[in-house]
């Protein structure tokens, strides 16, 4: 993956995100098998997709004690992955676990899946932050916070949103890569998403790859929507 447009495939079926992949024709895309897809189909989806040439972020967001996510992520290793994440908020010793676990799992010769943590989620605003979290910090001094933790439990980058990628390149180097969803173009429903950025202004403000979900797959014309961000995503390359 090379600043990457992820396509996050959320659908509830597997024939949906056949029919939107086929619109797309033979070129191998950047695409995100999350929670709703690996329930349903598990481990299959992977290999599906792996077999047309398509770069796979499998976002599982992994958040429990530190035996447990190393365990799981040695398992995922498995798969035919290129990204993967966990929480941040499970702690440094979570973090390392996973990458160990990675590590563990990936086969000798092989290069492990490149491993990010979730920071805050681009749905949480500042008044969810302070009032229901009861974190009282700023949200970018929270993500960079969060930031530095990955980057020392030895994780590659972070989610988080593009308005907050600027602080983190301060803190953690711009080496560290920062996947950013929470991406819309103006006129697109902002659905439950808080911190919104363009794709454009995602690049200026220096993320590596950005994340499109509904954008992209609700649209009328998905691949027009997605040459479209693309455009846009590579407007300030
Ligand atoms: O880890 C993620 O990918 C993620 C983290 C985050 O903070 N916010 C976020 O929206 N995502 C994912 O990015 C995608 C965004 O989808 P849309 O809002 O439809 O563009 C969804 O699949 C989310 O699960």
Known sequence: MQHPLIIALDFDSRVKRQHFLEGFGEEPLDLKIGMEGFYREGATVIEELKQKGHRIFLDL????????VHQAM????NLEIDL??????????????????LEAGTKSGQ???????????????????????????????VVAHYAQMTAQSGLDGIVCSALEVQ???????????????????PEDDKGDQHRIVTPAQARQNGSWGIVVGRSITQANDPLTAYQKMKQEWERYA
Do not use: W, Y
């Open 111 to 141: 290069n492990r899946p490149k491993l990010i943590g979730v920071t805050q989620l681009t749905s949480t605003d500042d008044q969810m932050l302070s009032n229901e979290l009861l974190i009282q910090q700023p949200m970018d001094e």
């Open 61 to 68: 967001k992994l958040h429990d004690i530190p035996n447990t």
């Open 84 to 101: 993967v994440n966990v929480h941040a908020a499970g702690g440094q010793k979570m973090m390392s676990a996973a990458r160990e676990g």
């Open 167 to 185: 602080k983190v390149h301060e803190v953690c180097g711009t080496d560290f890569l920062t996947v950013t969803p929470g991406i819309r173009m």
């Open 74 to 77: 040695k398992a995922l290793a």
